[in-house]
């Protein structure tokens, strides 16, 4: 008998519980650099040199941390569901906890990919993103086209390569869980409206989202301790 499918989307929130600043929330990482200098193609067309120091940062802080019991339990799931997890996180904690099937729709904080593409069109292939793990990297560090190496990040004002992928997994999904994530940032906070109608949708946040969608049932939690709610729902259906 085939596994049911559970597509899982994930947002800063699961990360948050282990130590990574979210940019959201109050003392997020909004509240020290403004988004539309680190988090958008123009600010690095404008400053590149102060948005790969922004992000070796952020790669030096990741590697001190590990995924947290909300990261092990997805991951966990694998056990008796077909799992996708789609995550709006560019950390690596997915993988590390365990999970094998991930969709990582702005980017991997731990790969590189040249400023310019091989296309006309400044586009990239897949073929050319490579993993630095936590490693710096500097103006005038080169990708074998010559051009200047960046972050493997989808910036706003950037298109999202990979939201196609994700839809498919939503629309295939018998159960769809959020966990994490307020649903502002588009286009992954329109994801749950391709769930189809006899999917149940489960979103596990402490923060009241203004959804207002008879299929969600929404678990008032950190991700951690929602993640062992959503557990036992599970093994009482």
Do not use: C
């Not at 006309?120 to 103006?139: K, P, T």
């Amino acid at each position: 008998m085939a596994k049911k499918k559970i597509t899982v989307l994930t947002g800063a929130g699961v990360s948050a519980e282990s130590g990574i600043s979210t940019f959201r929330d109050n003392g997020g990482l909004w509240d020290n650099y403004d988004p539309q200098v680190v988090a958008s193609i123009e600010g690095w067309r404008h400053d590149p040199g102060m948005l790969l120091d922004f992000y070796n940062l952020r790669r030096a802080q990741l590697k001190d941390v590990s995924p947290n019991a909300a990261h092990r339990a997805i991951a966990a799931l694998e056990e008796e569901y077909d799992v996708t997890v789609v995550t709006q996180n560019v950390d690596n904690l997915h993988e590390r906890a365990g999970s094998t099937r991930i969709i990582h729709l702005h980017g991997e904080l731990t790969k590189v990919r040249p400023e310019r593409g091989v296309y006309d069109n400044g586009s990239f292939s897949e073929q050319e993103v490579f993993d630095i793990g936590y490693s710096a990297i500097h103006l005038g560090d080169k990708a074998p086209n010559g051009s200047q190496l960046r972050p493997h990040i989808v910036w706003f004002g950037e298109a999202v390569p990979k939201i196609e992928d994700a839809i498919e997994r939503v629309i295939r999904a018998d159960i769809l869980l959020i966990v994490g994530t307020s649903l502002q940032v588009y286009p992954a906070a329109g994801l749950y409206r391709y769930a189809k109608d006899s999917a149940p949708i489960y979103l596990i946040d402490p923060q009241d989202i203004p959804l207002r969608d008879p299929r969600i049932t929404h678990i008032r939690a950190v991700a951690t301790e929602g993640m062992e709610i959503f557990k036992k729902i599970l093994e009482n259906k």
